[in-house]
């Protein structure tokens, strides 16, 4: 399997407000790269995002600006590309939102949700929570929350559903985003 696991936090509700990034590589099933940077998203923070993610203002104020995190990562997200996440839709949504806020052209890419793969193949858990297939299934998760620990355990989630139930299995959740 080759894909890149995403995640994001955010410094409010605003979609376009990044405040951290985390990409972990995955080739031939086994994780080869990661990448993690704070954001400085250019907006106030909310203080219930600081309680989530733990990461302030402050934090940022000398961080890179997306479109300069854009410049080194964009060509991960490509229409042949694979680009994994635990609640896809809202890290697909971060996305979409900071390329428009910043007059950047959209990116295409083919997605997979693993919360919507735990859903359909572990629907005895209690709920599908990152934190809670990641004990489930035995994955380390150090510390939720914080971008490149959740895009390591996303990615440790869909390997071991790789493992367990078969590639195939996996295809119908693939998505296109435009």
């Given at each position: 399997m080759n894909f890149i696991a995403i995640d994001f936090e955010t410094a409010s509700g605003k979609r376009f407000s990044a405040c951290s990034l985390a990409l972990t590589v995955v080739r031939d099933s086994q994780i080869t790269d990661q990448f993690y940077t704070l954001i400085n998203p250019q907006t106030p923070f909310f203080w219930r995002n600081v309680q989530i993610h733990g990461i302030h203002?402050?934090?940022?104020?000398?961080?890179?600006?997306?479109?300069?995190v854009w410049e080194h990562i964009h060509s991960f997200f490509t229409p042949e590309k694979?680009?994994?996440?635990h609640n896809a839709s809202f890290d697909n949504s971060v996305l979409k939102?900071?390329?428009?806020?910043?007059?950047?052209?959209?990116a295409?890419?083919?997605?997979?949700?693993?919360?919507?793969?735990?859903?359909?193949?572990?629907?005895?858990?209690?709920n599908h929570k990152l934190n809670t297939v990641a004990d489930a299934l035995q994955i380390e998760l150090h510390h939720h929350h914080n971008a490149l620990d959740d895009?390591?355990?996303c990615a440790n989630i869909l390997l071991t559903q790789a493992r367990q139930f078969g590639p195939q299995k996996l295809t119908p959740f693939i998505k296109p985003v435009h």
């Open positions: 203002e402050q934090d940022v104020a000398n961080a890179p600006t997306f479109p300069a694979l680009v994994v996440a939102n900071t390329l428009a806020h910043y007059n950047l052209a959209p295409q890419y083919l997605t997979l949700d693993t919360l919507r793969t735990s859903q359909t193949l572990y629907p005895e858990l209690v895009a390591q355990a």
